[in-house]
Structures are given as C-alpha cells and as structure tokens.
C-alpha cells in the first residue's frame, strides 16, 4: 500500500491497522519456521508496510508539536 493511501487515514485507523499488519508479520514468520510460507517477499513487503506506517505516524505527530509551538 502507498505512503499517501496511509496519511489519508485517521490515527486511530492507523494504529488499528498497524497491529494487524504486525500480527501479520508474526504469521508470516510462524509459516517460515515451518517451511509452508509460499512467499518469501511477503515478508519483506509487510515490513516495509509497517515502516510506512510508523513514519505517516510520526510525520502527524511532529506536525502536531510545530503546530502548538507557533
């Protein structure tokens, strides 16, 4: 999924997302240790959607400190 697709969602809808895109991640390792994982990029992908996720978080976040110093 796209950065942007994510800065459209609320941060509730993010953090929702995020933990079940971790929990995700988690079945994805399960299905590797015990060799049934059909797709090894699946992995890579995942974490790449959970990085995107956290920067769009924190990218609101310092937004929001800027915002209150003015």
Same mark, same amino acid.
């Given at each position: 999924?796209?950065?942007?697709?994510?800065?459209?969602?609320?941060?509730?809808?993010?953090?929702?997302?995020?933990?079940?895109?971790?929990?995700?991640?988690?079945?994805?390792?399960?299905? !590797?240790?015990?060799?049934?994982?059909?797709?090894?990029? !699946?992995?890579?992908?995942?974490?790449?959607?959970? !990085?995107?996720?956290?920067?769009?978080?924190?990218?609101?976040?310092?937004?929001?400190?800027?915002?209150?110093?003015?």
């Amino acid at each position: 999924m796209k950065a942007q697709h994510y800065r459209e969602m609320s941060p509730d809808e993010l953090e929702s997302k995020l933990e079940e895109i971790q929990r995700h991640l988690f079945d994805l390792h399960s299905q !590797a240790v015990t060799e049934k994982l059909e797709n090894s990029k !699946a992995v890579t992908n995942v974490k790449r959607d959970i !990085a995107r996720i956290k920067t769009v978080m924190r990218e609101s976040e310092k937004l929001k400190t800027k915002n209150v110093k003015l």
